[in-house]
């Protein structure tokens, strides 16, 4: 299964522009293909929806980078412009979580680690 990313206000980042999509808590996925559960974390990127288009655009390249980079792990990744978070699901692997985190704020300095949830 591969990674979507999308952009919440809510538009898709796979393809740049705009659709509505359901609630996240409908979209999320909890197991992936085989079964297992997922693991998740969640950043905040401060006023990410409210800067020129260009910029936003930026950040999100960046973020398709690095989420491309670890398409191997990555199931499911949604950008809410509204809130300024970017939720990612991922298949569990001991440390992936901090370790994407770091990668997403290399290219995305603002970007800050909120939560993480592993699944025992």
């Known amino acids: 299964m591969g990674h979507t990313l999308t952009k919440t206000r809510s538009h898709r980042l796979t393809r740049p522009g705009l659709a509505p999509a359901e609630p996240l808590w409908k979209r999320v996925p909890l197991r992936d293909a085989d079964g297992c559960l997922l ?3 969640m950043m905040l990127i401060p006023r990410l929806g409210q800067r020129p288009r260009e910029q936003v655009e930026q950040t999100v390249r960046r ?12 199931v499911f990744a949604d950008l809410n412009l509204k809130l300024n978070v970017l939720w990612v699901s991922v298949r569990p692997a001991p440390g992936i979580c901090l370790e994407l985190a770091t990668a997403i704020n290399l290219l995305v300095p603002e970007a800050r680690l909120v939560a993480h949830r592993q699944h025992p």
């Open 39 to 41: 693991t998740d974390f």
């Open 63 to 74: 973020l398709q980078q690095v989420l491309e980079r670890y398409r191997h792990v990555v």
